[in-house]
């Protein structure tokens, strides 16, 4: 009897001891304070195109501010700002800067005037989003406002030739619902909403556009530990492009992309008290064969992405 009644004790302090070792990891944002928080990344694109091989190399910095203004048991409604939105690119030694910094030119020619004239008008105007206690994005409030804002002369643009369409239509996504809550996810959506044990996984969805390709992100998290009110995190990421995606047209070519896979593996630091990620660092690697295909012409060119990135809470 002694010996059973000692069992149960030990049970009970070994389950106990494990409750102690779970974490409630949700959205916990502390009112009108703001949160900034800032992402770079870097990214190595090789396409190959009759045996020859070309490269793209990019670099981006984003800043990102969030605010929760009100709470209710399913969101907060919080004002989101994108501070600053910058990416260089590098193709084949045609360099191209895109950056809110920069007010630009609707009217102008160059592509780099247009899309830094849009990152401009981004970052002058406040998103109010509803933002759930995963961290996903679930509304932007004034959408449609702010996208009329944004695109009030977008009719000026006169860039020519075959990037004329595609900058066009790269305007109009850029500002899309769809678009800004994709930009904001990547800050804020990893989350499980709830208690989690040390070892426990939770799995988060997420669909992105890139470049014109819809892409599907299934991400696995693991909380690994937690150390005050810290918890450290891995998370493992399979990339794949989305079911019945529309293909790109661009340049009087069709490119369809349904052979790209991918994967990206990162450690994360989570404040536990208000749910942000005070660090994460992550790398990534996607290949595949894009298919294009034009009048007299069907061909596969071979595509390997490879990138790296950090997101770091700065405020």
Not at 2 to 28: D, P, Y
Not at 195 to 217: C, P
Request: glycine residues 8%.
């Amino acid at each position: 009897m002694k010996n059973i009644l000692f069992a149960g004790i030990s049970l009970l302090l070994t389950i106990s001891v494990q409750a102690q070792n779970g974490e409630t990891l949700k959205m916990n944002l502390e009112k009108n304070r703001v949160y900034r928080l800032m992402s770079v990344s870097s990214q190595t694109v090789t396409q190959t195109i009759n045996g020859v091989q070309q490269t793209t190399e990019s670099k981006a910095g984003y800043t990102m501010s969030l605010k929760m203004l009100e709470a209710t048991p399913d969101f907060m409604v919080t004002e989101v700002r994108f501070d600053t939105l910058v990416t260089t690119t590098n193709t084949m030694g045609r360099i191209m800067t895109i950056s809110s910094a920069n007010e630009g030119d609707i009217r102008s020619e160059e592509m780099a005037d247009v899309l830094s004239c849009i990152m401009n008008r981004l970052s002058k105007n406040a998103l109010y989003v509803k933002i759930d206690y995963t961290g996903k994005p679930v509304e932007i409030v004034n959408a449609g406002m702010l996208s009329g804002i944004i695109l009030k002369d977008t009719s000026s643009i006169s860039v020519k030739g075959p990037a004329a369409q595609a900058v066009k239509k790269q305007v109009i996504e850029t500002v899309s619902e769809e678009s800004l809550r994709s930009m904001i996810a990547m800050f804020t959506h990893y989350l499980p909403g709830g208690e989690v044990a040390k070892g426990n996984q939770w799995s988060i969805t997420q669909q992105m556009n890139s470049g014109g390709m819809m892409l599907d992100i299934i991400t696995t998290y693991r909380l690994d530990g937690s150390d005050g009110t810290l918890a450290n995190i891995t998370a493992e990421s399979a990339i794949k492009a989305s079911e019945n995606a529309a293909p790109i047209e661009s340049g009087g070519a069709t490119v369809t992309y349904g052979d790209l896979k991918g994967m990206s593996r990162a450690t994360m630091v989570i404040d536990i008290n208000s749910g942000m990620r005070v660090e994460e660092n992550s790398k990534t690697h996607i290949s595949g064969n894009l298919g294009i295909s034009a009048a007299g012409l069907s061909m596969q060119m071979p595509m390997d992405i490879n990138g790296e990135s950090k997101i770091t809470l700065i405020q």
